[in-house]
């Protein structure tokens, strides 16, 4: 499986070993366990500083880095405009702007 030089998997490698249906079906249960933590994390992270994360939740359900980075960038956007137009961060002042 490993017969680079830099210990990565080939395709042939990866292929034989998800040849059996076990294997599959752990790899498939480990990754929707992982999309789903990263997703939860998102939620409460977006919940917390007060940042819209729809976006980021669906796209952390189908490829879970992108959907990680969506929210980096959307949480950095937003709490950059919200220093801008009231001098503060904290998600107690998103009152004061509606």
């Given at each position: ?31 929707l366990a992982v999309d789903l933590f990263a ?33 980096m960038v959307t949480k950095s ?22």
């Amino acid at each position: 499986m490993f017969s680079s030089k830099h210990y990565l998997p080939e395709l042939h490698g990866i292929m034989k070993m998800f040849s059996n249906t076990f294997s599959v079906a752990s790899a498939w249960i480990h990754l929707l366990a992982v999309d789903l933590f990263a997703g939860r994390q998102i939620f409460l992270d977006g919940l917390h500083h007060g940042v819209e994360t729809r976006h980021s939740l669906i796209l952390c359900l189908f490829v879970c880095p992108i959907g990680i980075f969506s929210h980096m960038v959307t949480k950095s956007l937003m709490l950059f405009q919200r220093k801008a137009l009231t001098g503060k961060e904290d998600v107690t002042d998103l009152r004061t702007l509606s």
